[in-house]
């Protein structure tokens, strides 16, 4: 998001001593920013070493541009940070993956729109040679950066549209789509490489730009259709990996060095953060990022099972339980989001923890529609960190645990990921609450399923109770039944 501001930086060769040193201290600052991210206590720091490095950054692109006008650039950085502004203060926490998405695709959009003027505009930009064509290198740097550009944004305005709803987020399985996708990507490569070689690059073969520029629009939207609700938190951080690549083949044009180094810094993060979820999902990278390649054709998701005895119970037989217990774990999901559950929630665990109850909180890796998303919602009700685990440090206690509280979750919960090797979430590790002694389950009613489609079984099991009702709504009575 904020790597298109450095794209009125200074033209090939023109960085000076200072601008090069300036951009150095931006990018240890972005270093030190991805390090401060990484966890919850130093994230604040994080936020505030980036912000420093993007200052940093932009004021040195300002005061050694040679292209643009200065009263211009500040204009649209004005109008820029006051929308930006505005939509951050007014964005409610359940539509921040969305809000996520659709930044992505201005980032790919950002990337796109600096090729196409570097291409019409080459000696603004100092990429020609003696012979007055684009350098062989700047060619594949604009055709590479605008493809990826270009990839990213369509493929940023799907997810977009899959997370606000304004589209199934079933997965969109096309015929012969590994062909299709496979041939327009093999197409880009080979215009590529024919674009650089070209003797009239810069004039007669330049329709070869724009050919390379549409096909990568078609393969963003390709990619991304067949890719499921499931793996939408693995697709909303492989698009911010591609616009890290995007700005930094900009970088080599515009001969920014910041841009390069943030870039990558972005790129490289971006990558690696959807391998690691890939992993947690049991998944496949590649079969992700090539948009559900090997996936089937048909997942049978979408439509809940037949409708089986299950145990119903009320917000005073969940306190009573609660008290009695010794070990509970919340499991947050989505639907704690989209209720606004979390502050009710925190205040249900110091609740609990004065009547000498043992309380820590869950977290999936995927849980809700991008990473962290559980993480930020514990975060604003101020959850102590202490207290929240991931699968992989808490899955063995639920053998211990007296109750399992999962509100809003479903898949992650789900033992057909264990069980069924039909289950479109077939493999992905998931909460073994089914063994906890005491299961205590909020959704709104039992017509849903998750967002993968599939029913649950922990919804029928012996030691299973479904709390039916609005999750805030719940949690609130079950503090007030606890303080009582």
């Known amino acids: 998001m904020m790597l298109s501001f450095l794209a009125s930086g200074t033209a090939h060769g023109a960085v000076n001593p200072f601008a090069a040193l300036a951009y150095l201290v931006s990018g240890v600052l972005f270093i030190l920013a991805l390090r401060g991210l990484s966890h919850p206590t130093t994230s604040r720091a ?8 993007m200052l940093i950054a932009m004021v040195t692109t300002l005061v050694t541009h040679d292209i643009a006008n200065i009263g211009e650039i500040g204009t649209a950085i004005l109008l820029g940070g006051i929308v930006g502004f505005t939509i951050a203060r007014r964005i409610a926490m359940t539509d ?10 201005l980032v790919g959009l950002a990337a796109v729109l600096v090729a196409a003027a570097a291409f019409l505009n080459p000696d603004a930009f100092g990429i020609l040679d003696a012979a007055g064509q684009i350098l062989t290198v700047s060619r594949v740097e604009l055709s590479l950066g605008a493809a990826i550009g270009a990839i990213t944004f369509s493929g940023s305005v799907i997810a977009f549209a899959k997370l606000n709803g304004n589209m199934s987020g079933a997965p ?4 012969a789509r590994h062909v299709i996708n496979l041939g327009t ?13 070209s003797p009239e690059g ?3 073969e330049g329709w070869l730009f724009w050919a390379i520029l549409a096909a990568a629009f078609i393969i963003g939207f390709l990619l991304i259709i067949p890719i499921g609700g499931a793996d939408m938190p693995v697709v909303v951080s492989m698009l911010n990996s591609y616009s890290g690549w995007a700005a930094a083949a900009m970088g080599f044009t515009l001969g920014n060095t910041a841009m390069i180094i943030t870039g990558a810094l972005v790129g490289s993060s971006g990558a690696i953060l959807s391998y690691i979820m890939c992993k947690a999902m049991n998944r496949s990278f590649i079969s992700v990022i090539a948009g559900g390649f090997g996936a089937a054709a048909d997942t049978g998701g979408g439509e809940a099972r037949e409708q089986r005895p299950y145990k119903q119970g009320s917000a005073d037989d969940a306190a009573f339980m609660l008290k009695q217990a010794e070990n509970v774990i919340i499991i947050p999901g989505y639907g704690m989001a989209v209720a606004q559950a979390q502050h009710a929630l925190r205040e249900m665990g110091d609740l609990l923890k004065k009547e000498g109850v043992n309380v820590k909180y869950a977290i999936h890796p995927v849980a809700g529609r991008m990473p962290g998303h559980m993480n ?3 975060a604003e009700a101020n959850v102590p960190y202490d207290e929240v685990f991931e699968l992989e440090d808490i899955n063995s206690e639920f053998a211990q645990c007296d109750v399992a509280f999962i509100i809003g979750a479903n898949d992650v919960v789900n033992p057909a990921a264990k069980t069924d090797k039909t289950s479109p979430i077939y493999g992905m590790p998931v909460f073994d609450v089914d063994k906890a002694k005491q299961v205590f389950f909020i959704k709104r009613s039992m017509g849903g399923v998750g967002y993968a489609g599939v029913d649950n079984d922990v919804f029928y099991m012996d030691q299973t109770m479904m709390l039916l ?12 039944a606890l303080d009582h």
């Open 172 to 175: 969109i399985m096309l015929p």
């Open 202 to 204: 810069a004039a007669g």
């Open 376 to 378: 930020v919602l514990l």
């Open 469 to 480: 009702a609005d999750a805030k709504k719940m949690v609130e009575e079950i503090n007030k």
């Open 185 to 197: 990507l093999v197409a880009i490569l080979g215009m590529t490489a024919l674009y650089a070689v």
């Open 96 to 105: 921040m993956p969305q809000l996520v998405a659709a930044f992505h695709s």
């Open 46 to 53: 994080g936020n505030r070493y980036g912000m420093a490095g």
